[in-house]
């Protein structure tokens, strides 16, 4: 499988745990994005990798949230003190650095806090 | 006033029938478009870049009004395999984050 993998797929997790979620986006894209949604609503832009230089970060994304891409490869996203408001399916996407802007997205992690 | 706005819809439409969606944008700035398509419980999925001349593939149309600060995608005889929520995607002022709208619903029956 080429495409952009998440893993976990899903995670069940107690309020006030810490949760890891990782990224292998597709090989040759140096270009990664983090998103968040949640029933209803678009996925709402988290944050930016271009290899492994974080360019941009939401204000949604607070304090407990930390995102990294070491090596300009996989990524992953950390939240502490999970909250119930934390429920949501994280989504992670890849682009080329070519110009193309389409996104190819992976299935997600599905979060959910109890 | 949030940076891509969308009508939630639902869109219910026969099928055969043509449908349009328009998404407004705030930023007079922004240079690039998309429309996505999300069916539900899968991720996104790219259906077209907009142009300013408009573009067309097959029977969906998607057009760009920089005056007006919308874009619109139009689907001529709806399938039921059409039915899905399309999200307008716009790249924001810092050229790194697609903005998503909350995206329309469309469901086509028979």
């Known amino acids: 499988d080429t495409g952009v993998s998440q893993d976990p797929r899903h995670k069940i997790t107690k309020r006030g745990q810490n949760v890891t979620f990782r990224c292998d986006p597709i090989?040759?894209?140096?270009?990664l994005y983090w998103y968040r949604q949640t029933l209803g609503q678009g996925p709402e832009f988290l944050t930016y990798?271009?290899?492994?230089?974080?360019?941009?970060k939401s204000r949604l994304l607070s304090d407990r949230f930390s995102a990294e891409r070491p090596k300009g490869s996989f990524s992953t996203l950390e939240i502490q003190r999970t909250e119930q408001g934390d429920s949501a399916m994280y989504l992670c996407a890849s682009i080329s650095g070519q110009g193309n802007e389409k996104l190819f997205f992976g299935s997600g992690t599905q979060l959910s806090v109890l | 006033r949030k940076e891509v706005e969308q009508d939630p819809g639902p869109f219910n439409v026969p099928e055969g029938a043509t449908v349009a969606f328009n998404c407004t944008y705030s930023n007079s700035a922004s240079q690039s478009f998309f429309w996505y398509r999300q069916d539900c419980r899968k991720e996104p999925k790219l259906l077209m870049s907009v142009y300013s001349s408009g573009n067309e593939d097959g029977r969906f149309t998607a057009q760009l009004n920089r005056a007006s600060q919308y874009i619109s995608l139009l689907i001529r005889d709806s399938k039921l395999s059409d039915s899905a929520t399309y999200l307008c995607?716009?790249?924001?002022?810092?050229?790194?984050?697609?903005?998503f709208g909350k995206g329309t619903s469309l469901l086509v029956t028979p």
């Open positions: 995607v716009v790249i924001s002022n810092s050229g790194y984050a697609l903005n």
């Open positions: 990798f271009q290899n492994e230089a974080q360019l941009e």
């Open positions: 090989s040759e894209h140096n270009r």
